[in-house]
């Protein structure tokens, strides 16, 4: 499959799923019309995971998630943070692309739509941005943090919200998880930022 086609497959995947769930039609209305931008495929040393991911998954998140491994190495990969922040094995086993958004495969100025997978035994700490987010777990399972809430384990098809700046931290277990996250609101095309440790 060509490189377009392939993450065309990604976007249709999305958007049936979100036509399938109250809680994402609810956090954002999925745009009628997002033209493909074409980015370059840029690979991380995290694709042969991703591509090769059979975590447990469920029902719902299954089309998706065969899509986004089939699309794995065509994606433009990023990771937002360096080793001097995260280590070399956290860089090695984690990524995310923006299949849709402001700098995404496809453009809206009006959702953004990350793919984003951790390893197993990944901590991923404290970190906060503008945008309400919501998290929609389509395989594996991490135990999530945020401030002023219960740490809660999200398992497959299950999602969660974390508020515009509120502090919020991840941790993969024995399993990796492969996510599918919105954002919305404001500062839709910033970046995450590292925050000091929050009492959940
Ligand atoms: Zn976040």
């Given at each position: 499959?060509?490189?377009?086609?392939?993450?065309?497959?990604?976007?249709?995947?999305?958007?049936?799923?979100?036509?399938?769930?109250?809680?994402?039609?609810?956090?954002?209305?999925?745009?009628?019309?997002?033209?493909?931008?074409?980015?370059?495929?840029?690979?991380?040393?995290?694709?042969?995971?991703?591509?090769?991911?059979?975590?447990?998954?469920?029902?719902?998140?299954?089309?998706?998630?065969?899509?986004?491994?089939?699309?794995?190495?065509?994606?433009?990969?990023?990771?937002?943070y360096s080793e001097a922040e995260v280590g070399r094995?956290?860089?090695?086993?984690?990524?995310?692309?923006?299949?849709?958004?402001?700098?995404?495969?496809?453009?809206?100025?009006?959702?953004?739509?990350?793919?984003?997978?951790?390893?197993?035994?990944?901590?991923?700490?404290?970190?906060?941005?503008?945008?309400?987010?919501?998290?929609?777990?389509?395989?594996?399972?991490?135990?999530?943090?945020?401030?002023?809430?219960?740490?809660?384990?999200?398992?497959?098809?299950?999602?969660?919200?974390?508020?515009?700046?509120?502090?919020?931290?991840?941790?993969?277990?024995?399993?990796?998880?492969?996510?599918?996250?919105?954002?919305?609101?404001?500062?839709?095309?910033?970046?995450?930022?590292?925050?000091?440790?929050?009492?959940?």
């Amino acid at each position: 499959m060509t490189l377009s086609a392939s993450l065309r497959t990604v976007l249709a995947a999305a958007r049936a799923l979100h036509d399938t769930r109250a809680d994402l039609q609810t956090f954002a209305h999925f745009p009628d019309w997002a033209p493909s931008v074409n980015l370059a495929p840029q690979p991380i040393p995290a694709v042969p995971l991703v591509a090769g991911c059979t975590a447990a998954d469920h029902p719902e998140t299954r089309a998706l998630a065969l899509a986004v491994r089939a699309a794995a190495p065509l994606a433009s990969w990023e990771q937002t943070y360096s080793e001097a922040e995260v280590g070399r094995d956290f860089l090695n086993r984690y990524g995310y692309f923006e299949l849709l958004g402001p700098t995404g495969h496809f453009h809206s100025r009006s959702l953004r739509g990350y793919i984003a997978y951790w390893g197993p035994g990944l901590d991923y700490g404290w970190h906060a941005h503008a945008a309400e987010e919501l998290y929609l777990c389509l395989a594996g399972a991490a135990e999530f943090h945020a401030e002023g809430r219960a740490p809660r384990i999200l398992r497959p098809g299950e999602s969660l919200v974390h508020d515009a700046n509120q502090p919020h931290a991840m941790r993969t277990t024995d399993s990796p998880i492969l996510t599918w996250v919105l954002w919305r609101g404001q500062d839709l095309g910033g970046q995450a930022r590292m925050v000091p440790k929050a009492v959940a």
